[in-house]
């Protein structure tokens, strides 16, 4: 069985100037806290905020590219944001199997996003994949 | 649990995860008499269920109920 209950899958990230650019564009989404320095250090953040969603796409790559298997679908996800991630920083994606449905073919994950020491959790939250 | 309080359990399960506070589930119900009880919804069914009340299923036992009444069977028969 390759996906087994607590086994551990991870994954490295770096939030760098073309995926922080590229998301903005994309998405349209110039908020002064994720554009301006000066703006999100006056609300008390060290610098200028990564989108949080930049990290769902992190998770959207890791599912569909980083399993042992290319033939699953996201079911579900939520994600809870604990630490606000800086430019150029390195994540780290850890994710466990919590559980698995061999019934309906379904696995559950928990993930947490953290820095390379895994002393700062960016985020948690779980998944659930489909095995198609 | 006798069979009608796990029913009762299991139609708690039913209203919270397709989110319709007026789904009353007997013995004979089927996914048709369910608004949005779909193949993608009975997958996040059977996922609670099975959380819920603990217990675990096998793909051919799922295949095999025709009703709710079966699937109280099958939990309670564990």
């Avoid at chain 1, 989108?51 to 699953?72: A, Q």
């Avoid at chain 2, 039913?14 to 008499?33: G, N, P, Q, W």
């Amino acid at each position: 069985m390759i996906f087994q209950k607590g086994s551990v899958f991870t994954e490295s990230f770096k939030i760098s100037d073309e995926i922080y650019l590229d998301f903005s564009r994309v998405f349209k989404d110039f908020n002064p806290l994720h554009m301006n320095s000066e703006f999100a250090m006056k609300k008390g953040f060290k610098e200028k905020v990564m989108h949080g969603n930049i990290l769902n796409g992190f998770l959207s790559y890791f599912i569909g590219e980083c399993l042992p298997i290319k033939d699953v679908i996201i079911h579900s996800q939520s994600i809870n944001y604990k630490n606000p991630v800086y430019l150029n920083e390195e994540v780290v994606l850890i994710s466990t199997i919590n559980d698995f449905y061999e019934s309906v073919k379904t696995v559950e994950f928990k993930f947490r996003f953290t820095n390379k020491n895994n002393s700062i959790t960016f985020a948690r939250g779980n998944f659930q994949i489909g095995l198609i | 649990m006798n069979k009608d309080e796990l029913l009762k359990n299991v139609n708690e399960i039913f209203i919270d995860v397709l989110d319709d506070e007026t789904i009353l589930l007997d013995y004979s119900t089927t996914a048709s008499d369910v608004e949005d009880w779909d193949s993608l919804t009975h997958i996040q069914l059977v996922v609670a269920v099975e959380k819920k009340i603990k217990v675990k299923f096998t793909s051919k036992e799922i295949q095999s109920w025709n009703n709710v009444g079966e699937m109280l069977d099958c939990i309670l028969s564990k």
